[in-house]
């Protein structure tokens, strides 16, 4: 792996099995992600970016292919220690924001940190929280606050750790466009500012074109790269 690549996926194929029937959603798909850079993932639905967002983070296995994430090779590790390899790379932010109920914003923050055993949780997550503009929710739970409020809730928490790579999956499908775009500047603002990479599935084309690179998925294959003539240098 080149010294700047932090996501290698090679030959990835994935074929979804029930009973006598089987679906093969992904065929043969390899790219590289160099470390910092932002890139989405677009296309038609039913054409496999979930699918692939899953097998990046290591949250699913491929029928076949390999999947290297910042330098560790994720196909022979149990589930247990992938697991852990997310919980000490890997960021993520949902379409649907996946924050606990139960759990304040700020308790919400601090899971990963706890996980991780990071010192001073409640006041890492406080500076969370205000540098995504919630300063003054943090006792909030997630039903008493909107739409956007929570997904900036679950950013704070995504970038809790300071992960080497975020996933992200339609980060702004459930909101409003308004919403949606001020959600979409400050996921790509903490990108920049923090170095971390950001992989991102999103029909928002708008947001697409503000990142790096844009890799156009078809029929389970890539069917358009926009950075495939610099790969091949
Ligand atoms: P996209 O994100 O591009 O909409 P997905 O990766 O979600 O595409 O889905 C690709 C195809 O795989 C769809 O036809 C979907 O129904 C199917 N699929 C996704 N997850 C599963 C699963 N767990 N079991 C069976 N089929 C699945």
Redo the contacts with the bound molecule.
């Keep these: 792996m080149p010294q700047n690549s932090i996501l290698q996926v090679s030959n990835l194929t994935?074929t979804?099995?029930?009973g006598e029937s089987s679906?093969t959603?992904?065929r043969n798909v390899s790219f590289e992600v160099n470390r910092g850079a932002s890139c989405a993932i677009v296309?038609?639905?039913?054409?496999?970016?979930?699918?692939?967002?899953?097998l990046c983070a290591g949250l699913?296995n491929p029928s076949e292919g390999s999947v290297m994430l910042n330098g560790i090779v994720l196909d022979k590790l149990s589930e247990d220690e992938k697991a852990k390899v997310r919980n000490q790379h890997v960021g993520f932010i949902f379409q649907n924001f996946n924050l606990l109920p139960t759990l304040t914003a700020l308790e919400n923050v601090m899971i990963p940190l706890e996980l991780q055993n990071r010192s001073h949780p409640r006041k890492r997550a406080m500076e969370l929280l205000e540098k995504v503009g919630l300063g003054d929710r943090v006792k909030h739970y997630p039903a008493q606050l909107s739409g956007g409020e929570q997904q900036r809730v679950s950013i704070a928490r995504a970038f809790a750790n300071e992960p080497a790579i975020l996933f992200a999956?339609?980060p702004t499908g459930n909101l409003d466009g308004e919403t949606g775009a001020t959600i979409e500047s400050l996921i790509l603002e903490l990108n920049k500012t923090a170095g971390t990479t950001l992989i991102m599935?999103t029909h928002d084309l708008d947001l697409a074109k503000r990142t790096d690179r844009v890799i156009t998925?078809k029929n389970?294959k890539v069917y358009t790269d926009s950075l495939r003539p610099l790969q091949t240098q």
């Design positions: 994935k979804y099995k029930s679906l959603v992904l296309g038609p639905s039913g054409s496999g970016k979930t699918t692939l967002l899953g699913d999956d339609e599935v998925m389970g």
